[in-house]
């Protein structure tokens, strides 16, 4: 079973136009919209597979109302989002005929403490129904003024439970200096290059970070590192993988799929190799469709063999 936490869903509008002019009237026509949001993308991603997911989160206001209509017309996977103050944030993207994206990203609701408290009881009491522990993904940012509120969930839920993160900034920095660890990380170079306040430019110089301090606790790091695959790390050994060249449609939320493919192999108790094929394929799949968060069965089962995956000796 696997539980999926996003604490800052958003109402994404995808506006298509032939040019975007700052300071100017750009007329569009009607956006393409779509629920967005870590969590909930990797948590479909995991339940296409067939993996048993909850999604659990928060949804505010009108934005919230929407979110919420069009997850329960999803046949993938159960919801469970509380309602709380405020209005769930609008993710605006401009698409022009040059493909230049320009993208606008409100902050979102507020996470109060009491939210926070709400969310985390939520999560612990759907875990302890389980007859096997869950794998549990703290998926995305969160508006709120505590920079440990990933670091305070850790605590919670002890060192025994599986917690894979796919967060960034300081509350990834403060997950990482906890006592309590989480299981997996998952950031991409940018991210990867940001934590460490260095300069990463490829998997070789990856490679040379993979055992810094501030990860070096941590079981299993994988730094994506889009169309050139990934650096992984498991305990002591180091992965390089390999992905083949495709046309893709859509990238984004490649990352989300990549996190909801190796929670889906962690949860069927798979090795590490086939496990990391899962997360490749499954980024590659996303990257293969116009919706974001997205996967289908068939091409990950046929792009997962197409894996290049080196074990590499680092020390
Ligand atoms: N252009 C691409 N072509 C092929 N595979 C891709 C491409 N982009 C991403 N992927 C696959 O998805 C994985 C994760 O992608 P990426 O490193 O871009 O994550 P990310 O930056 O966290 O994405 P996001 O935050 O948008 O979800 C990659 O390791 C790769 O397997
Ligand atoms: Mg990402």
Do not use: W
């Not at 390999?242 to 984004?252: H, L, Q, S, V, Y």
């Amino acid at each position: 079973m696997i539980l999926t936490v996003t604490l800052n869903p958003s109402l994404d509008s995808i506006y298509f136009t032939d040019t975007f002019i700052l300071g100017e009237m750009n007329r569009c026509g009607n956006p393409v919209k779509a629920v967005g949001g870590k969590g909930i993308n990797a948590g479909r991603t995991a339940a296409i597979l067939g993996a048993d997911v909850t999604a659990i989160g928060v949804l505010a206001g009108i934005n919230g109302d929407f979110i919420r209509k069009a997850l329960k017309k999803e046949p993938f996977f159960a919801t469970h989002f509380l309602p709380i103050a405020g209005e769930s944030r609008n993710a605006v993207t401009v698409m022009d005929r040059e493909n230049n994206q320009t993208e606008i990203v409100e902050l979102g609701p507020e996470i109060t403490k009491n939210t926070s408290q709400q969310v985390l009881d939520l999560v612990m009491t759907l875990a302890k129904k389980q007859k096997k522990e869950p794998i549990i993904a703290l998926c995305g940012s969160a508006n709120t003024e505590n920079e440990h509120l990933y670091e305070n969930y850790l605590q919670q839920f002890g060192s025994t439970t599986k917690i894979l993160t796919d967060i960034s900034g300081k509350q990834l920095q403060n997950v990482l200096k906890s006592s309590t660890k989480p299981y997996f990380i998952k950031p991409n170079i940018h991210e990867f290059a940001d934590l460490l306040n260095t300069t990463v430019k490829n998997k070789q110089e990856v490679l040379t970070h993979m055992n810094h301090p501030l990860v070096k606790g941590i079981p299993f790091v994988l730094v994506s590192c889009g169309s050139d695959g990934a650096v992984a790390k498991y305990h002591e050994r180091f992965f390089d993988l390999c992905i083949p060249k495709i046309e893709t449609i859509n990238p984004t939320g490649s990352g989300d799929a990549t996190v909801g493919g190796i929670a889906f192999a962690l949860d069927q108790g798979f090795s590490i190799e086939e496990t990391l094929k899962y997360g490749m394929a499954c980024g590659m799949s996303n990257a293969l469709e116009q919706a974001v968060g997205y996967v289908t069965k068939e091409n990950v089962a046929r792009l997962k063999n197409e894996i290049i995956l080196q074990e590499i000796q680092h020390d």
